[in-house]
């Protein structure tokens, strides 16, 4: 099946159609408008340059449902002992930054272009992308941050410069989406370090019922975390 080459029209191929490996379209703009669509229909960008943008609906798909989460004993010492002040938006372009900067010194490479933190920066203001902040003092030692829809929360990418920082972030992030009735958080593809935390594959159908129960026709998820 072809890869669905995107035009100026706001439209996305059905998730179904997407090749083996989740690659569905290429091509479009990373506008605020065409990035809530795709968040909406189960569907994000990934793509590192000088490659144009690909957009992905992988099957099976990596989600974390909040009353599922596993904590490991050593992580709840480190909660326990308040080793890491947690905040919520007080550092959202540090964080994303932070995400890119990581990744490119490590020698992975990143998909977090300049291209990519400007879309992002940008649903951060218009409040839709989300960071949370694991400091050590004035340090700025780890975070996550991501994208919320109705009550769904799409999480992009995570960094530490110290142990457990991000870790102690994303546990966190968990409690409050449990707490305000969150269906479940989508982790993407499938890591070995989310499944430690209890993220489990369900299959795409699945994953997009759920989203679409999720979304109840309202994009703009609650406003919790200001």
Not at 123 to 132: F, M, N, R, V
Not at 140 to 151: D, E, I, K, N, Q
């Amino acid at each position: 099946m072809p890869v669905f080459r995107l035009t100026d029209e706001l439209i996305f191929p059905d998730p179904s159609h997407a090749v083996s490996g989740g690659l569905l379209a290429v091509g479009g703009d990373l506008s605020p408008e065409r990035l809530l669509l795709a968040y909406a229909n189960g569907i994000f960008p990934w793509y590192s340059d000088p490659d144009p943008i690909l957009w992905w609906s992988p099957d099976p798909r990596l989600v974390l449902f909040p009353d599922e989460l596993r904590v490991s004993s050593s992580l709840k010492r480190v909660i326990r002992k308040n080793t890491y002040k947690v905040t919520v938006n007080q550092a959202f372009s540090a964080v994303i930054r932070g995400c890119a900067d990581v990744r490119a010194k490590s020698g992975e490479g990143t998909w977090i272009t300049a291209e990519m933190i400007e879309a992002y920066v940008r649903l951060h203001e218009l409040g839709y992308a989300y960071s949370i902040e694991s400091w050590s003092g004035d340090e700025l030692s780890g975070g996550l941050y991501g994208v919320a829809l109705g009550r769904v929360f799409f999480g992009e990418s995570m960094f530490t410069l110290k142990t457990d920082a991000s870790k102690v972030a994303l546990v966190h992030l968990v409690g409050m989406l449990r707490d305000f009735g969150f269906h479940l958080i989508d982790c993407q593809t499938t890591t070995e370090h989310l499944k430690r935390f209890g993220a489990r594959e369900i299959p795409r159908g699945e994953f997009l019922d759920r989203l679409a129960s999720a979304l109840e026709g309202n994009w703009k998820a609650l406003d919790l975390f200001g």
